[in-house]
């Protein structure tokens, strides 16, 4: 296999390791079917809702996509603006809209793994050393790390497996 060959191929697996279900569930798996009156729902001695995990990937996730894209990033200020300010989703299009941009900037991740053009290697202009692959998996094991989340609050309150 040619080198551009190989590099085509690991980045193809660095894509698809953003929404793979080769050892655990999915992030679509583990929104699908939630019941409205459960997302907003915190189980007894659990400090988060299916809401407040799902809204904490996607800013998260939209933060890491900003970060690699825009010269003038800012960081957003942590915690606060990585998590909503409620418990439940504020309407059941709010829910709906939350997934829809964590597909999307998890589609943008996908699109900058795989631009042949860009070095993923290199660091990120505006960072402090942080590469673009450094950076692509953080938004892997972030988002894994709270699916297994979204995953245990729905099993605590009943909906898991999802029907």
């Known amino acids: 296999m040619g080198e551009e060959n190989v590099t085509k191929h690991w980045r193809a697996i660095v894509a698809s390791s953003l929404d793979w279900r080769e050892a655990h569930a999915t992030f679509d798996d583990a929104v699908a079917g939630l019941a409205a009156e459960l997302r907003g ?11 407040e995990l799902v ?7 939209a933060d890491l996509v900003a970060f690699m894209q825009n010269a003038s990033y800012t ?3 942590w ?11 504020p309407t059941a299009k ?34 402090d050393g942080q590469t673009y692959l450094r950076t692509i998996l953080v938004a892997v094991d972030h988002t894994a790390y709270h699916v297994g989340q979204l995953i245990a609050v729905r099993r605590m309150l009943g909906a898991w497996p999802a029907a």
Do not use: C, F, M, N
Not at 98 to 113: F, G, P, Y
Not at 120 to 127: A, C, D, Q, R, V
């Open 75 to 77: 960081a957003p200020k």
């Open 55 to 61: 809204e904490h990937i996607r800013l998260a996730q």
């Open 94 to 127: 709010a829910w709906d809209e939350s997934i829809a941009a964590v597909r999307r900037d998890r589609e943008e991740l996908q699109a900058i793994a795989t631009r042949s053009t860009l070095d993923l290697t290199t660091t990120i202009p505006w960072g």
């Open 79 to 89: 915690p606060d603006d990585y998590w909503p300010s409620e418990p439940a989703p």
């Open 41 to 51: 729902r915190r189980p007894g001695h659990y400090p988060h809702s299916a809401w």
